[in-house]
């Protein structure tokens, strides 16, 4: 549930880029919280293999999603905000929408990176080279550059992420936030913003050539660094109707969109510009009000048959003959024990647990729900969701050099 409504925030300070501390703001959050979410939704891909039961899965729970909400958010923002978007649909993923495709092409190639460590560096070399390439077709420069997060989360194992829950990387996590923090007030001095989405070409930024390549991996470095010291601090118990909202993560990352455009339609950004500082603060406050209230269980249960109609039509038809059907004798008594629940993890319709392994010193750190992460939209820590955005004033974010602007205009 956090990082998904990072994702919302993220987006929202799209709508008040004038105001006094909006990009630092936004580079803070994108210089690891990308990183997380992709590393999240590695992390729960291990079990994912080529059979029938998991491709069905992930054409209910990620390409029908996508091919029914790009075109619609698409044609929302031309014809309702009036906004001058362009592009294939489909082939070139709008906005919040690469996610999803990314993650489907991600869970595809799965069974083949998790075979052997070595994938991981391997992996770090294809993430280099990813900002050699300028397109945005099926936004394949972020499929190869958060690849190692990706990767790093498949290889890692309940044991080693119980070691976040040590003291000593838990105190060490608070400075080093900090430090990103600082970090974050000078990103156009020692990199671009734009560098932050994975997806801008080495030739598209102002940076020279020979040390492009050492930019990307020290924003690597930043971004996974960032990225473990967020998930020790967050509470590993469960904290009652705030982690059952995380449930709900694919449809606030599907529809947070919608509420964000509507009120730019409004005309939010103007009055933001009038009022620096509260607009900055109201956007964020209410970013996080807007997450909390897709999650909350009266809105969830309208919105989220949307976000899953396949199966959402499949259960019904088979509760419908469930009613119908006669009544069953009673069940012979069990010769074992009880079958064990399914984890927390596992109630993202689009993740994949990890296997089982022998017992750990400590239980794995909580996945919040993510709306594209690892297992999809919709999971629990260690899980994911979604941002992007960059400029020369530190009182207002610099405007994106990639084709999407930063902000609800950029990708998560």
């Keep these: 549930m956090v990082l998904v409504t990072l994702v919302v925030v993220g987006h929202a300070i799209g709508l008040v880029e004038a105001t006094q501390g909006s990009h630092w703001v936004y580079d803070f959050i994108y210089l690891w919280h990308i990183p997380a979410f992709v590393f999240v939704s590695g992390y729960l891909s291990k079990s994912f293999e080529w059979d029938r039961r998991r491709m069905k899965n992930l054409v209910y729970t990620l390409l029908v999603p996508y ?96 070691h976040l829950d040590d003291v000593w990387v838990r105190v060490a996590a608070v400075p080093m936030l900090i430090g990103i923090g600082v970090m974050a007030v000078y990103t156009d001095t020692w990199a671009e913003t734009a560098l932050l989405w994975y997806d801008t070409g080495y030739n598209d930024l102002p940076i020279d050539n020979e040390i492009a390549f050492q930019t990307r991996l020290t924003v690597m470095m930043v971004g996974l660094l960032g990225a473990f010291a967020a998930m020790s601090l967050v509470p590993r118990r469960s904290l009652g109707w705030f982690t059952t909202m995380g449930g709900a993560t694919m449809v606030i990352y599907l529809f947070h969109g919608f509420v964000i455009k509507t009120f730019k339609a409004l005309g939010w950004p103007e009055f933001t510009a009038s009022y620096p500082s509260l607009g900055l603060v109201l956007t964020i406050l209410g970013a996080i009000a807007l997450a909390l209230l897709l999650a909350s269980p009266p809105v969830r249960r309208v919105l989220e048959p949307f976000t899953n109609p396949l199966g959402w039509l499949e259960s019904r038809r088979h509760r419908a003959h469930g009613s119908t059907a006669p009544a069953a004798a009673p069940a012979a008594p069990a010769a074992g024990p009880a079958t064990k629940a399914p984890t927390a993890g596992a109630a993202d319709p689009t993740s994949e647990a990890p296997p089982s392994e022998a017992p750990s010193p400590a239980p794995p750190p909580r996945v919040d729900s993510e709306p594209l992460h690892p297992g999809g939209p919709g999971a629990t820590w260690p899980v994911p969701p979604v941002a992007a955005g960059g400029g020369a004033d530190p009182a207002a974010p610099p405007a994106a050099t990639s084709s999407d602007d930063r902000g609800p205009a950029s990708t998560p």
């Design 67 to 162: 091919l029914i909400f790009e075109p619609a958010l698409f044609y929302y923002r031309r014809i309702v905000v009036d906004e001058n978007v362009t592009g294939p649909l489909w082939i070139e993923p709008h906005w919040t929408m690469w996610y999803l495709i990314v993650l489907l092409m991600w869970r595809l190639v799965t069974p083949i990176l998790k075979l052997h460590w070595l994938f991981l560096p391997l992996s770090v070399i294809v993430s280099l080279a990813g900002g050699l390439w300028d397109t945005e077709a099926l936004m394949f420069p972020r499929f190869l550059g958060l690849l190692p997060f990706f990767v790093l989360g498949l290889h890692l194992k309940p044991r080693h992420l119980a």
